[in-house]
């Protein structure tokens, strides 16, 4: 028998991005390894085969079964094109997982029977400003009332915590981030309001995550908190035992 995941806990694995040996790539099913052929950066294709390898082993150690068997499903709500949140069916029921990458950084998170989200971003400028348009007038504010020096960790934990939400509810980015405002960075997570919400309107449950001083990272649940269980691992070492 495979771990037990706790009813009401989330794991969320934390892992560098570095390359993994070749071995490891051959747990991808073909649509990944296919995935990964056509991302052109070499960055952007480790980041992706790390997370769907780290994903697999997590999902496998849960599912009970070994992580080449392991079926993801990812029916994107919008288009139901096979892109949205990442599921895997049991027989006790559904391990739904959230991948996120960042620069040198991933996370995975599992739960068991409720929707989670995970978001991490590194705490650096993608264009030569801060795209204050993705923040709600609230947001933008509290923005702007801050010291100048403390506005770009400010808006990467508006951001993870929003796009972690946007996750969650499998929208992504189809819907606007700046519909949704969040409690103020130095405050503990919370969503205050969301304008033009689809329905279902089912409660949302959000947390920072400790993820170090370089980059921001929160997880959103779905319809109940979850006790969150944060763990570094070592990519090698978990799939060691293979
Ligand atoms: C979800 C989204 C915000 C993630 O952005 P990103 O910069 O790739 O960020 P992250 O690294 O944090 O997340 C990547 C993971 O998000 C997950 N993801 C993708 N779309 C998702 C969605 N709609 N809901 C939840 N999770 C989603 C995937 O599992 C992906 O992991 P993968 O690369 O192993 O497949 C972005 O991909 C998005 O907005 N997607 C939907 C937008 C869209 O245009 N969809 C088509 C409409 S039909």
């Known amino acids: 028998m495979g771990e037990r995941l706790v009813s009401g806990e989330c794991l969320v694995w934390r892992c560098p991005a570095g390359p993994?040996?070749?071995?490891?790539?051959?747990?991808?099913?073909?649509?990944?390894?296919?995935?990964?052929?056509?991302?052109?950066?070499?960055?952007?294709?480790t980041r992706f085969v790390t997370?769907?390898?780290?994903?697999?082993?997590?999902?496998?150690?849960?599912?009970?079964?070994p992580p080449r068997q392991v079926v993801f499903t990812s029916t994107c709500r919008h288009c139901t094109?096979?892109?949205?949140?990442?599921e895997v069916h049991t027989g006790a029921g559904v391990l739904h997982l959230s991948v996120s990458h960042s620069a040198e950084r991933i996370l995975v998170a599992?739960?068991?029977?409720?929707?989670?989200?995970?978001?991490?971003?590194?705490?650096?400028?993608r264009g030569d400003r801060i795209p204050v348009s993705a923040l709600s007038p609230v947001e933008r504010r509290v923005l702007a009332d801050l010291p100048q020096?403390?506005?770009?960790?400010a808006f990467i934990r508006y951001w993870a915590r929003k796009e972690a939400i946007l996750k969650a509810t499998g929208d992504?980015?189809?819907?606007?981030p700046a519909?949704?405002?969040?409690?103020?960075?130095?405050?503990?997570?919370?969503?205050?309001?969301?304008?033009?919400?689809?329905?279902?309107h089912v409660s949302v449950h959000l947390s920072?995550?400790?993820?170090?001083?370089?980059y921001r990272a929160a997880l959103a649940t779905l319809g109940r908190p979850l006790s969150i269980v944060e763990r570094d691992v070592d990519p090698l070492a978990e799939a060691s035992h293979l």
């Open 20 to 45: 993994l040996p070749a071995p490891l790539h051959a747990l991808l099913d073909d649509a990944e390894q296919a995935r990964a052929r056509n991302l052109g950066h070499d960055a952007a294709r």
């Open 51 to 65: 997370g769907r390898v780290m994903a697999r082993l997590l999902a496998a150690r849960y599912a009970d079964t």
């Open 81 to 86: 094109g096979p892109h949205g949140r990442l």
């Open 110 to 125: 599992i739960a068991r029977d409720t929707v989670c989200g995970v978001d991490i971003e590194r705490v650096a400028l």
């Open 149 to 153: 020096p403390r506005r770009l960790a």
């Open 172 to 176: 992504g980015l189809v819907l606007s």
């Open 179 to 200: 519909d949704l405002t969040v409690s103020a960075p130095d405050a503990s997570a919370r969503l205050l309001s969301w304008e033009n919400r689809p329905p279902p």
């Open 208 to 214: 920072d995550l400790a993820v170090g001083d370089d």
